[in-house]
């Protein structure tokens, strides 16, 4: 199975950017499907965006749309989030998320195995 450790979050003004970066180990991260979630102070977990294996195809959650960008580097088994233009409401726990078999737009978190510890995003005001 594939351990997932995120790092890359902080603190941010409104408007600026952070990069989010998810290692793999245990597998080659190439084996997967991976994905980005978010989980604010009392709300449910969310999708934000996922990659398929090649890289070649992305989802976003519409709010994201534009500002966000994933991608991944298979080589270094690592898969990244760039955030822009990031907005107080962006602030939440970033989670990655890797399975072999869902889909580059699965939403729903229980299609997902494998889950880092996350990494923390505040954005003020």
């Known amino acids: 199975q594939v351990q997932l450790v995120e790092s890359g979050g902080g603190l941010v003004q409104a408007g600026g950017s952070l990069r989010l970066s998810c290692v793999a180990s245990?597998?080659?991260?190439?084996?997967?499907?991976m994905a980005w979630f978010r989980q604010a102070p009392g709300k449910a977990r969310e999708f934000v965006a996922g990659?398929?294996?090649?890289?070649?195809?992305?989802n976003y959650v519409d709010s994201v749309k534009g500002r966000f960008t994933i991608s991944r580097d298979n080589a270094k088994n690592t898969v990244y989030l760039e955030m822009n233009s990031l907005q107080p409401e962006d602030t939440a726990v970033y989670y990655c998320?890797?399975?072999?078999?869902?889909?580059?737009?699965?939403?729903?978190?229980?299609?997902?195995?494998?889950w880092g510890q996350g990494t923390q995003v505040t954005v003020s005001s």
């Open positions: 990659i398929n294996k090649s890289g070649y195809s992305t």
């Open positions: 245990g597998r080659p991260v190439s084996d997967y499907v």
């Open positions: 998320t890797a399975d072999q078999v869902a889909r580059a737009w699965s939403r729903s978190i229980g299609l997902w195995d494998y």
